[in-house]
T-cell receptor
Framework: GAVVSQHPSWVICKSGTSVKIECRSL??????MFWYRQFPKQSLMLMAT?????????EQGVEKDKFLINHASLTLSTLTVTSAHPEDSSFYICSARVGGGRPPLHFGNGTRLTVT | SQQGEEDPQALSIQEGENATMNCSYK?????LQWYRQNSGRGLVHLIL?????REKHSGRLRVTLDTSKKSSSLLITASRAADTASYFC???????????FGEGTQLTVNP
């Protein structure tokens, strides 16, 4: 089946630093990937839609300059949390669809970010 | 606001019992999906039901959809301890392709 790999699985960083999270589709091409954020015991909130070769589409309230998304190839999208603060600590999950955008979504295993 | 609302928020049952989770949504949808999330992990797709379908089965899973009530239910029969996880419904609206998740139900199956 379709596999999405997310790296790292967890990261601890200091306030003010930047962290890059990678999302790779291992056995399929994904023209579109999605980045979600999840706080403990809460649902997934869509942050942005990452489109290969073009700018990401951000959801309302998500700062595009703080959460930089790059989708440079059909198998890789990256999310960079810039100038991280403790309130950015969360679980970040990427997902992708196989080919023509039909469901279901295939999810990475998530990245636990802790900002100290 | 969240498209999907689920109840109960938490459910604790004994192994072998059935577990039923409900999901309600607000707008017209193309399809509704159920996902499972083990603690600290990504989501795994369980089943999809289209807006013109009323019931669907997959192994021990049974999903119903009532578009007139804008609600869906997920039934897990003969539950196992390994079914312990959070379960989310997610809808794709007719007006777009984005997937919107419900609040989730935390299911605990006690051995």
């Amino acid at each position: 089946g379709a596999v999405v790999s997310q790296h790292p699985s967890w990261v601890i960083c200091k306030s003010g630093t930047s962290v890059k999270i990678e999302c790779r589709s291992l056995d399929f091409q994904a023209t579109t990937m999605f980045w979600y954020r999840q706080f403990p015991k809460q649902s997934l909130m869509l942050m942005a839609t990452s489109n290969e070769g073009s700018k990401a589409t951000y959801e309302q309230g998500v700062e595009k300059d703080k959460f930089l998304i790059n989708h440079a190839s059909l198998t890789l999208s990256t999310l960079t949390v810039t100038s991280a603060h403790p309130e950015d600590s969360s679980f970040y999950i990427c997902s992708a669809r196989v080919g023509g955008g039909r469901p279901p979504l295939h999810f990475g295993n998530g990245t636990r970010l802790t900002v100290t | 606001s969240q498209q999907g609302e689920e109840d109960p928020q938490a459910l604790s049952i004994q192994e072998g019992e059935n577990a039923t989770m409900n999901c309600s949504y607000k707008t017209s949808i193309n399809n509704l999906q159920w996902y499972r999330q083990n603690s600290g992990r990504g989501l795994v797709h369980l089943i999809l039901i289209r807006s013109n379908e009323r019931e669907k089965h997959s192994g021990r899973l049974r999903v119903t959809l009532d578009t007139s009530k804008k609600s869906s239910s997920l039934l897990i029969t003969a539950s196992r301890a390994a079914d312990t996880a959070s379960y989310f419904c997610a809808t794709t609206q007719t007006s777009g392709s984005r997937l919107t998740f419900g609040e989730g139900t935390q299911l605990t199956v006690n051995p």
